[in-house]
């Protein structure tokens, strides 16, 4: 579940911080299995499972931690912005897309909005 994302394009980790490579196991955990779990009682039962094998093979630190999640853990690979040339207005870099996670106060949902306007929206010269 986790090879690729854990690594960036050049196969170099993006992360050396277990906690994060921990929860990133579950974002991908969620994403991959349970995202297609119709059932309100399959996803209960997920989730049920997820805090039993976290503590098995994590620990009761990661069990604890897991289980006092108030809000859902989101990685993504757009959080970085493009560096706009001043005074052309032109992409002069592009950023790094690197997996990682969404910080708990960041608006994903502005940013998301923000990159469908522009590809539904082009602005052609």
Known sequence: ???????????????????????????????????????????????????????????????????????PCYFVSFLRDDTIDEETDEIADLAERIYERVPSEYNIRSRIEKFLNEYNNPQFE
């Open 1 to 71: 579940i986790l090879q690729s994302p854990a690594y960036d394009r050049e196969d170099k980790p993006v992360t050396q911080e277990v906690d994060t490579v921990k929860t990133l196991w579950k974002h991908e955990c969620e994403r991959v299995l349970c995202d297609k779990l119709v059932e309100k009682k399959d996803k209960h039962w997920f989730y049920k499972e997820l805090l039993v094998q976290s503590k098995r093979f994590f620990g009761e630190q990661t069990y604890k931690r897991f289980k006092d999640i108030k809000y």
